[in-house]
């Protein structure tokens, strides 16, 4: 009931210097925004990441020679080698380079009249990539490219969707002929539309990797991934794996010349960059919430003083020092509370933006909310106690003569 | 010691210090009000009226002598306590009305409620109960700066009735006010006196403390009785 008139005059008080209270409580505003952003931001992403690692099913690991004058790259028979171990589940070699494709008008029904020419993304990889990275896509037209076609160096292509749009734009090449380099190739899919971490399949032509190889002169894969049965103990599996590294590359190797990363490994070690990230964010809010904190200080040392006259009157007509303290305390706490709340409200808004922008899953994270909230009312509560004494301690006679 | 005053002064004194030089304000000052009774403190300015009125007013403390309001002793007691003792047994009407300029008049009226810890439904009734005492029932919704001086005087009686107090301690009551509207404030008080409130009035003018139905004089931190005050001026213009 006292609470409730007390509150009741703070917002007056407030509301009649509109102005000031919203540029004070900007300080608040910005700083639990920040926050709430960045930490609802960093969750979604880090989660992102984590179910899609998840979501491609089993463990990965990278195979990579990390010194290519003992070994240029590894040959279909020995990939062949490394998924017939046991625990692995299949190999994908991925070749990326640019080459000019060109588009002949007797070769096709695009949009060009002329022969058509530009610089693309050339990718050459396996069956397995499609059944791995683009597990969730599919197929949009035709057919994906088979072992058999990694097999003979078939030349085939399949158009990644971004790069269909720009080159066909709106019907099924499949059975034309492209050129890549001068070899023809001919058009047996398109890919739907990749979402993920990795879509760089979007924008490429995907040709098989042996086919990359020759006709493209793109070299051997010096490095591929290896996807590990779930079942499997993937530190044994990764032994075994070395194992096969060390003997493909001689007897004069040692450990420097090739690298294992486990994905595992990896997910640990983003894992610990978004913990450090956290944590360096959460100083740079504190900090942010200590400018603001400031702020609320003082304009209420500015409203003590000029409400002197005010404090001299309550205290003459019977207010105890507790209940005028409570009165600018109530006051600098109304202030940092709502700034923290549409801080919150602010921050989650941004998250929801760049979750459509980055492309992760947005999730309203209530502890979060209630933490800042919390932590606002916080700064409220310390940074309006020192004016708040001011105003509890004043001496009634000489404030009521002050007006 | 008389414990049918109302209130009881003995031997006050008051001293202001300024760093080292000390300024004696108040000089054993013993005087008391009895309960229903309308009692001015006239006296020039700078004689100490208001610091009486503070320590009567338990705003502050004197040095020495002892105060008592109904049989409690004022002296000693916890800031707390004498902030309890200012919302139930004090009501101040001030020279400068002193009402917040934000709320309503009904509001300002209802302010001494809010400590008192009175539920808002009654501080609302009789917060327009005193408002209807002083003939302002119809402005209760006006801002302080809608309403005239007087007006705005009569608010500030309202609530210094409204919590019911043993007393009213009014310093200039009218000093901000014309001659014809510190007369009509004068007319309240002395209705209210004849309704059975207690009245203790500061002023520095004769017209104004003859409304009250005991005069007493103030000069340099000394009370004299109207009949002292008497024999000391017609001494003073013997010489
Ligand atoms: N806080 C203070 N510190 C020092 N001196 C003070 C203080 N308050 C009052 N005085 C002095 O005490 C004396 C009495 O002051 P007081 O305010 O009681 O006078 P007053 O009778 O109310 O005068 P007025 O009619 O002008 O209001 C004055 O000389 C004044 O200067
Ligand atoms: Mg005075």
Known sequence: ?403 | MQATHLLDLQNVTKTYHMGDVEFPVLHGITFSVDAGEFVSVLGPSGSGKSTLMNIIGCLDVADDGTYTIGRRAVTGLSERDMAKLRNRDIGFVFQSFQLLPRISALENVMLPLIYAKVPRKQRIARAMAELARVGLADKADNLPRQLSGGQQQRVAIARALVTRPRIILADEPTGALDRTTGAQIMDIFRALNEEGITIVMITHDHKVASYASRVVHILDGRIYSAEEYAALESAEGGT
């Open chain 1, 1 to 403: 009931m006292f609470f409730l008139s007390t509150i009741r005059m703070s917002f007056s008080n407030l509301r009649a210097n509109a102005m000031r209270t919203f540029l004070t409580m900007l300080g608040v505003i910005i700083g639990i925004t920040s926050i709430i952003a960045l930490l609802a931001i960093g969750q979604g992403v880090t989660d992102s990441v984590i179910d899609q690692l998840a979501g491609l099913g089993g463990n990965r690991a990278t195979v990579s020679i990390s010194d290519n004058t003992v070994k240029k790259g590894f040959t279909e028979g020995e990939l062949a080698q490394f998924a017939a171990l046991e625990g692995v589940e299949g190999v994908a070699p991925i070749l990326t380079s640019n080459r000019v494709i060109t588009l002949l008008p007797e070769q096709t029904n695009s949009k060009f009249d002329s022969a058509h020419s530009s610089g693309r993304r050339v990718m050459g990889v396996n069956d397995f990539y499609f059944s791995t990275y683009t597990k969730n896509a599919g197929m949009l037209y035709g057919r994906s490219i088979s072992a058999d076609d990694v097999h003979f160096r078939t030349n085939v292509c399949v158009l990644g969707y971004e790069l269909w749009q720009k080159l066909y734009g709106n019907y099924s090449p499949i059975g034309e002929t492209i050129l890549v380099q001068n070899t023809p190739c001919t058009i047996i899919g398109v890919m739907n539309q990749l979402v993920g971490i990795d879509v760089s399949g979007n924008n490429a032509i995907i040709v098989p990797y042996t086919t990359a190889s020759q006709a493209l002169e793109m070299g051997l894969p010096g490095s591929f991934d290896v996807v590990i049965g779930s079942s499997r103990n993937s530190d044994e599996v990764i032994e075994s794996i070395k194992n096969l590294c060390a003997k493909l590359l001689g007897s004069g190797s040692n450990r420097e010349m090739y690298s294992v990363v486990n994905q595992e490994e990896i997910l640990d070690m983003v894992l610990t960059i978004t913990d450090l990230v956290l944590g360096m964010l959460a100083g740079i809010a504190v900090i942010a919430l200590v400018v603001g904190g400031i702020g609320i200080m003082n304009m209420m040392l500015v409203t003590v003083s000029e409400r002197t006259a005010e404090i001299g009157l309550r205290k003459a007509l019977g207010a105890r020092p507790g209940v005028i303290l409570l009165q600018f305390l109530i006051e600098a706490i109304i202030i940092s509370l709502f700034g923290g709340i549409i801080g919150v409200a602010l921050g989650f808004g941004a998250s929801y933006v760049a979750s459509m922008l980055i492309g992760y899953t947005f999730k309203f994270n209530p502890l979060i909310a209630m933490l800042a909230l919390l932590f606002s009312l916080a700064v409220g509560a310390i940074f309006g106690l020192l004016p708040a004494r001011r105003a509890a301690k004043m001496n009634p006679i000489e404030a009521l003569r002050s007006s």
